[in-house]
Nanobody, 121 residues
Framework: QVQLVESGGGLVQAGGTLRLSCAGSGSILRINTMAWHRQAPGKQRELVAVTTNGGSTNYADSVKGRFTISRDNAKNTVYLQMNSLKPEDTAVYYC???????????????WGKGTLVTVSS
């Protein structure tokens, strides 16, 4: 059984920082891409940042220069460092990983349950 569990959300003032973590557990053979998505109230879920197992990264234009995604492959963990937060960053942040579990031969997408980030003005 594979699980992704996010942590680190909370309430912060505009201009503040938060660091989200997402740890994968269970029978994981290899993790390919790891990403953070977010969904604000009344809006569709959007990709925030993604990192491959080779270390390349990509960001939504709205967070470039403010957010940094990183991963620790030994811990099956991905992080999102969020600086200079704005009220429009308020959303539920979801961790996503495309990974290969033991006993399988292809990558499958897994999702965490999300962590709420609220940025007050």
């Amino acid at each position: 059984q594979v699980q992704l569990v996010e942590s680190g959300g909370g309430l912060v003032q505009a201009g503040g920082t938060l660091r989200l973590s997402c740890a994968g557990s269970g029978s994981i053979l290899r993790i390919n891409t790891m990403a953070w998505h977010r969904q604000a109230p009344g809006k569709q879920r959007e990709l925030v940042a993604v990192t491959t197992n080779g270390g390349s990264t990509n960001y939504a234009d709205s967070v470039k220069g403010r957010f940094t995604i990183s991963r620790d492959n030994a811990k099956n963990t991905v992080y999102l460092q969020m600086n200079s937060l704005k009220p429009e960053d308020t959303a539920v942040y979801y961790c996503n990983a495309n990974l290969i579990a033991h006993g399988t031969y292809y990558g499958v997408d897994y999702w965490g349950k999300g962590t709420l980030v609220t940025v007050s003005s």
